[in-house]
């Protein structure tokens, strides 16, 4: 009898219907994984399979029963008797998703205290067990800690140990391993694969084709709230069916070399046609090495006071950066990769070392000589929209910074039209507002933001991550183009190997602080002298079924 | 720090409220001797100045009034003839009573209503919002007057004047509670809402946890942060709100004394109830710091990051 089975499931929000009809089965000790891009419905099916769609949904289905009972009309009662009990579900950051005021083993006693009749000293043994069953260190202490003083790791064990409080049959993981670094990540899916080789039903829901690659045993791939590939985890990810799949598995960037073009077609709303992606490199870059760098770092150093002494957020760090290369820079989060680029461009100044920009003293000068000599270094952020005034339209940013980018150059600035159309934006954009674009959207304006004022060095810190697999194949594509067209050069922050790798002409691994391997990316990559270099190798997560 | 702050603030209070009361005319000669209608010789005002210090120099009196505060002496009421200090302490215990009965009642209003009326239908929601808005809006003077009409006049239930007895004190901490309820009860709402749109709340429901289990054991908590903050400065506008209910329904207390004194022109008084609720507001700025810490881990740990 399968752990979980269901027909036909809908779910419409008024007369908007976002799930047309999925069907899925899952058998004890078996991972079945949706996989889609946001606004796929795959959130949505994970919900309603718990019965909590949300308000306004109306949830239909021909059948949906958990563990043989048909639950398509059930009561809220007889709901709450299957979530937790029968049903626990994994939510992606444990830092929202446990109640942060309130100690994490009161909440993995939850289920226990809400399911089961139990004296308090039996939940408490049980709370201390599932805590040293997802390899919480120390139980009994990290019981009384609240989810914001754990790791993030840590706090996500905690989040999984609160879904298995009852040992149910099924769970559902909703993301569980986004925004955390990869060598957390790594060991929290070793964690889910324990749990499924133990008999547990896994549903994994996730946007990352290399997480489910991983555990999945079969794989459903949805678009628009419809399942369009469903197959073994080996027939989807080697064989693909469908136009989609085929770009979706093209645009994991691990293990491409640079100058290959990711995004296999960049506007298919529909359909993506044509033959499998069989990498295109688009140019042979690499200038020659030998040109003086464009932004120097040397033996640079940074800290920051904490209770209980100083925290060297960058320790001894030395960076050549050279016209038209990129440099990737690799860590987890915490080891310092964002103070470096608010070092570089100028935002805070080191204690000791300095940073120059060709060749001229940067980071040692007073801010008011700096300001004229800013146009040269543009940035753009994980969250791009956070970095807009909303209530400006795209076309006043857009102007605004290239009137500053122009001022004292004697040159005119660029119009917002050649700006749009060099990130690939209609014109028409000019008028809308930040809000009302698309992720992938903002971070092209973004971009244009960043050029408009022509410079010369472009940081780009997690430009990325927020984005969809497909979405980001096309950014990265799209600063490759502009960095060989105009010979900018980048300094790529990312946690994500795979993104760095691609990316980069020459990286550094850094680690709390300091830098503990560099070299050309292949090179660094292929032959890890460093253990920690070899341990994020190991870990992050491939395209291998 | 903190200490200097609240040294500043109390030197600020006295200084304002030294100068502000010079611009109550009349006579303050006269105001000791009585009032503008005791028909005080002149030898007796000139007298009374040279005793009071008020034929020196604005400056010389403000100096002399601060050195007498920094030794904690609140000098001596010019109607009264007793020392500030024994005036305001008979009189501190039934304000402060009123005014922690009044916080109290309206958390528990505010707590009470905003919890009913989210995570209901939209009529309730309206309805709540209603209540709220319409409470905050009363004036204490008119609720009293409404109050009165309708549980003493009308119903007689409780007394219309305070008596000293429980009874004595329903109205009056009525009058005070619901205005503050309304404002609590829409802080309260807007961070409720807040919590219940958070993904913690997703996971307590995946757990099996109804409804009221999710608002004890997780909302409420989240909706009390704001309120608690905002409790400090509640009990010093209800310290202020003391001066017309004591007025309206008799009551002896700091408001009563206060209002008394300003019309008496007695200087001393006015300054040492002014401080006095100066100081309660500082004291409860950092008696509600410690709750909400107490109450928000998250904020204990601020520095660690």
């Known amino acids: 009898m399968p752990l979980l089975d269901v027909a036909g499931l809908r779910v419409a929000f008024g007369d908007h219907e976002v799930v047309h009809g999925i069907s899925l089965r899952i058998r004890p000790g078996e991972c079945v994984a949706i996989v889609g891009e946001s606004g796929s419905g795959k959130s949505v099916t994970a919900r309603a399979l718990l019965g909590m769609a949300g308000a306004g949904a109306r949830t239909r289905s021909d059948r949906l029963r958990v563990l043989g009972r048909e639950l398509g009309s059930a009561s809220e009662r007889t709901w709450r008797d299957v979530r937790g009990r029968q049903v626990g579900l994994i939510l992606q950051d444990a830092l929202v998703s446990l109640d942060p005021l309130r100690p994490i083993g009161r909440e993995i006693d939850d289920p226990l205290r809400i399911h089961e009749r139990m004296p308090p000293a039996a939940r408490r043994a049980r709370v201390l067990g599932l805590l040293a069953r997802v390899g919480m260190p120390d139980p009994e202490f990290a019981a009384g800690r609240r989810s914001g003083e754990l790791s993030g790791g840590l706090r996500q064990r905690a989040l999984i140990a609160s879904a298995l409080a009852l040992d149910p049959p099924l769970v559902i993981a909703d993301e569980p391993t986004t925004a955390l670094d990869v060598s957390v990540q790594a060991r929290i899916l070793s964690l889910l694969d324990e749990i499924r080789e133990a008999g547990t039903g896994i549903l994994l829901i996730s946007h990352d084709l290399a997480v489910v690659s991983r555990l999945a045993d079969r794989i459903l791939v949805t678009r628009h709230g419809e399942v369009i590939e469903d197959g073994t985890a080996d027939d989807v990810l080697r064989s693909p069916r469908e136009p989609y799949t085929r770009a979706l598995i093209a645009a994991v960037p691990t293990e491409r070399p640079r100058g290959t073009a990711l995004a296999v077609a960049t506007s298919a709303p529909a359909a993506i046609p044509g033959p499998p992606p069989t990498g295109v490199p688009i140019a042979t870059g690499s200038d020659a090495p030998e040109r003086p760098p464009l932004l120097r770092f040397d033996r640079v150093a940074k800290g920051f006071s904490v209770p209980g002494g100083r925290l060297l957020a960058v320790d001894d760090v030395s960076l050549a950066l050279r016209p038209g290369e990129t440099l990737g820079l690799v860590g987890e989060s915490g080891s310092g990769k964002t103070t470096v680029a608010r070092l570089a461009l100028g935002l805070t100044a080191p204690d000791s070392g300095v940073v120059l920009l060709d060749g001229e003293a940067w980071s040692s000068r007073p801010e008011r000589e700096r300001r004229p000599m800013r146009r040269r270094i543009g940035a753009i952020y994980q969250d791009a929209l956070s970095s807009f005034d909303p209530r400006w339209s795209v076309g006043r940013i857009l102007a605004d910074a290239a009137s500053v980018g122009a001022r004292g150059t004697g040159r005119p600035a660029p119009r917002v039209e050649d700006l749009l159309d060099q990130v690939g934006l209609v014109a028409s954009v000019a008028r809308r507002r930040p809000l009302n674009l698309s992720g992938g959207q903002r971070q092209r304006v973004a971009i244009a933001r960043a050029l408009a004022a022509e410079p010369d060095v472009l940081i780009c810190d997690e430009p990325v991550s927020a984005l969809d697999v497909t979405i980001q194949a096309q950014i990265l594509d799209l600063l490759d183009r502009l960095q060989r067209r105009r010979g900018l050069a980048m300094l790529f922050i990312s946690h994500d190997l795979g993104v760095v790798r691609h990316m980069s002409d020459h990286v550094a691994v850094m680690r709390a602080g300091r830098i503990v391997e560099s070299g050309g990316t292949e090179a660094v990559f292929a032959e890890p002298r460093h253990p920690y270099t070899a341990q994020l190798v190991a870990d992050a997560p491939r395209l291998t079924p | ?305």
Request: glycine fraction near 10%; avoid cysteine; proline fraction near 5%.
């Open chain 2, 1 to 305: 720090m903190l200490a200097a702050g609240a040294v500043f603030v109390m030197w600020a209070v006295a200084t304002l409220t030294f100068f502000a009361i010079r611009l109550i005319p009349g006579d303050p000669a006269e105001a000791i001797l009585g009032g503008p209608g005791s028909q005080a010789s002149q030898e007796a005002l000139d007298q009374v100045r040279r005793d009071y210090g008020l034929d020196q120099p604005l400056l010389v009196q403000y100096l002399a009034m601060l050195a007498r505060l920094v030794t904690g002496d609140l000098g001596t009421s010019y109607a009264l003839r007793t020392p500030v200090a024994d005036l305001l302490g008979g009189q501190l215990g039934g304000t402060m009573l009123l005014a922690v009965l009044a916080l109290l009642v309206a958390w528990i209003l505010a707590l009470g209503l905003s919890l009913w009326s989210t995570g209901r239908a939209r009529v309730a929601a309206a309805v709540g919002e209603g209540i709220e808005l319409t409470a905050a809006a009363l004036p204490h003077f008119w609720l009293a007057a409404v109050l009165i009409a309708i549980f003493s006049t009308g119903l007689d239930w409780f007394p219309p004047i305070a008596t000293g007895t429980p009874a004595g004190l329903v109205l009056p901490v009525a009058t005070l509670a619901i205005p503050l309820a309304g404002f609590l009860a829409q802080v309260m709402r807007e961070s409720l809402l807040d919590a219940l749109q958070q993904p913690f709340v997703v996971s307590a429901r995946a757990r099996g946890e109804n409804t009221t289990g999710l608002r004890l054991r997780h909302t409420i908590r989240h909706a009390s942060l704001p309120a608690i903050s905002l409790s400090g400065w509640a009990l010093g506008w209800l310290l202020s709100g003391a001066v017309v209910v004591e007025t309206i329904f008799a009551m002896p207390g700091l408001g009563r004394t206060l209002l008394q004194a300003v019309t008496l022109r007695d200087v001393p008084v006015v300054t040492g109830v002014v401080l006095l609720v100066a100081l309660v507001y500082v004291v409860m700025t950092v008696v509600t710091d410690v709750a909400s810490r107490l109450a928000d881990p998250r904020l204990r740990q601020e520095g660690a990051r």
